[in-house]
């Protein structure tokens, strides 16, 4: 399994950024997909996740009402689309693939991750 995360970048507060995840077409299509975040000195932490089974999400409530998480089966991609950031948004983004059909919210759930991508929100 491969995750090849991007579209990080310098963006103002409430300013916007989509992320994507590149991956295969068994991965999206059998992996509960989430994106996760580390800012520094801190821990990773659940944002985002999207049940392959079902295509139901879940958030966390620091983005609810900002973030959407979706995925396109045909392009084999994950996106994470972000609104109004902030600048406590600012952190290492990063994509991950978990065998369960729920949406964990633990890092240990989930098996595979990619590189991470850099997103930093200005005030």
């Known amino acids: 399994v491969q995750l090849q995360a991007s579209g990080g970048g310098l963006v103002q507060a409430g300013g916007s950024l989509r992320l994507s995840c590149a991956t295969d077409e068994r991965t999206i299509r059998i992996y509960t997909m989430g994106w996760f975040r580390q800012a520094p000195g801190k821990e990773r932490d659940f944002v985002a996740g999207?049940?392959?089974?079902?295509?139901?999400?879940n958030y966390a409530d620091s983005v609810k009402g900002r973030f959407t998480i979706s995925r396109d089966k045909a392009k084999n991609e994950v996106y994470l689309n972000m609104n109004s950031l902030k600048p406590e948004d600012t952190a290492v983004y990063y994509c991950?693939?978990?065998?369960?059909?729920?949406?964990?919210?633990?890092?240990?759930?989930?098996?595979?991750w990619g590189q991470g991508t850099l997103v930093t929100v200005s005030s």
């Open positions: 991950a693939a978990s065998p369960f059909h729920y949406i964990p919210t633990r890092v240990y759930a989930y098996d595979y």
């Open positions: 999207i049940s392959y089974r079902d295509g139901r999400t």
